[in-house]
């Protein structure tokens, strides 16, 4: 590799005079400067970034923090679609970006912190969002750009956070549901702690409320967004006295494990229960029966997130603001005429 | 944030002095050195990591290279597998992990050219291996460490690589179309410049050479390892004179597209077509008629190439290895005896 030894030989001058010229130090002559900047093009050198980052202060790269267990995250087809959203963007303006991979709390908080105090990168993106969170905490301390996808517990006007209508979609989609006739409607979500979670249940409640149908707590059913906390609920919701004839799920990879649990205990989607959910991840589709889901446009919520954290990053008094992403409901083939089991 | 001059102030010393502790420059005594190192620790004061990079020469950090287009490739659930395993090793050694996000060739070159000369990362990783590739022959003609998910070209022996043996995969998973009674055998690829699809396709040529069977070049057709490539493929496959009865598919999202593009035909797998596939990425499980596929060992792909780097990036002379990953069939129920088309 050309070193700044390389250019300093070809043109007679020492190894700090290149170092000022690429600094662009006012005390070296333009004759000088030429001279040297020539050399480096012909020899084909390219100032170190880490020194130069050093003078303009912004590493070209955004963070990328997923949810404990960047493994298990992994596994549900969301994540790679919101990257894919984030990378549209961070291509566009040459940043790169730089993912977690922390597992537990403890070791993403260690992460955070090295990627901040180490100057890693100019900003962070969580793609998680939730109650107390350590991370969002310090980010918000430290007054470091970042910004959430989904929406931060309190300050809610101080922190730039991309999000859909969730509490909106959860209404709609449980609607769905009771227009085609179901009046016992389960929900099943992820952890209590997620307001992705707590937002798309709100609206399940509201619906279920003003239609005037039961609205009980063991309806309500929380496991992990992967496959496997779907076969855990289709265990809780089989032990049920009496069955719901339709589930609200929310999330695409949950309704994946729950559908495999029906499907073994003889239980047919949607001749006798129904079925809607959230994400619109690719799988849905592809499924028998396909998923009637919301489709959340994930990969919008990734490109808005790292468009408003790079204008962040290069401005920080660009004021907080909330970025709203619009849902739609697709409709497919998991909801029948009022199941009954 | 507490700086440099934080510390300088409490300990009654010039920034540069402290500067020069982080350094552990020799001309500062040792009293000094305890006295500051003292303060950072009580202020809480981290030394700012692109500074301590220019003296260690570590990053910390490795680059993951995805082939042309990260954007479609992500849509392919074998890259975010490949990133959990890579992940796995990362998380353990604590480094982070850059993903490029390039689409075109030329962007691609572009942006390893930033991470090598801006000294981003310690080595990269590339997930993908093909022809004449500008990429990998700038890593090698700049000796910075890298390795290879596939296969190089030339100077086998000089690169360390990470791979299954796929010409033996591709010879297995043929033989069992031909033990259920096959005759008429085509095999659907991606490009023919990508070493996986060629070692694929040896291995199948050679397994139905073997068995004497027709090997005609109409046959052999190839595509993008998208769910799209698999749809262009059944056009192509439905105007043949002669259709095969059993098809060799080197992908499994490509899979996909084939079997909705023959559901669409109005022909069912594996009832008058039967269907074998590549990777055993988990949509291979879900998918109706399930896949009879190739376990590649995803997972296991991606944590032996992050080991491998880094260990080259620890010890440059490290020799370089070929390592191979095992496979194993899977089977399914995407294959019947005989079907006649």
Redesign the interface.
């Known amino acids: ?1 050309v070193t700044i030894k390389d250019v300093a030989k070809a043109t007679g001058v020492a190894p700090s005079t290149v170092s000022r010229v690429i600094a662009n130090n006012p005390r070296i002559s333009i004759m000088t400067k030429e001279k040297v900047r020539k050399a480096m093009k012909e020899l084909g050198y ?1 100032p ?7 003078a303009v202060k912004s ?1 070209k ?1 955004i963070g990328v923090v997923l949810p404990s267990s ?2 298990k995250a ?2 549900n ?1 969301f ?3 919101i ?2 959203g984030i ?2 963007v ?2 566009d303006m040459e ?9 537990t709390e403890e ?1 993403i908080f260690a ?1 955070v ?3 901040v ?4 990168v100019d900003g962070i993106i969580l793609l998680y969002s939730r109650l107390n969170d350590r991370v969002m905490n310090f980010l918000h301390d ?1 007054n470091f750009p970042y910004v959430i996808v989904g929406k931060p517990y309190e300050d809610i006007d101080e922190v730039t956070h991309i999000d859909n209508d969730n509490f909106t979609a959860g209404k709609e989609i449980t609607n769905h549901l009771i227009e085609t006739g179901h009046e016992r409607i389960a929900f099943i979500g992820g952890s209590k702690e997620l307001f992705v979670t707590m937002d798309r249940e709100a609206g399940y409640q509201t619906a279920v409320k003003e239609a005037g149908l039961k609205n009980c707590e063991e309806y309500k059913i929380h496991t992990e967004f992967l496959k496997s906390g779907g076969r855990e609920a289709v265990e809780t919701l089989l032990s049920l006295k009496v069955r719901p004839t339709g589930l609200v799920i929310s999330d695409d990879l949950m309704s ?1 494990g729950v559908l495999s649990g029906l499907e073994e205990a003889g239980i047919s989607v949607p001749h006798d229960i129904s079925l809607v959910s959230f994400n619109n991840v ?2 849905s589709e ?3 029966p396909s998923l009637t889901t919301v489709d959340i446009h994930i990969h919008e919520l990734g490109a808005e997130s790292a468009k408003a954290l790079i204008e962040k990053t290069i401005d920080k008094s660009e004021p907080a603001k909330r970025i709203t992403v619009p849902h739609e409901i697709v409709f497919r083939n998991s909801v029948s005429k009022r199941g009954a089991l």
Not at 48 to 54: G, K
Not at 95 to 103: F, Q
Not at 117 to 120: A, F, H, Q, R, V
């Open positions: 590799m390219h170190n970034v880490s020194a130069r980052n050093l590493t790269a960047a493994d992994l596994q087809p994540f790679p679609e990257l894919r990378g549209s961070t291509h940043y790169s970006m730089t993912l977690s991979s922390g597992i070791e992460e912190q090295r990627m105090y180490g100057s890693y430290k994946l690719y799988l592809i499924i028998r």
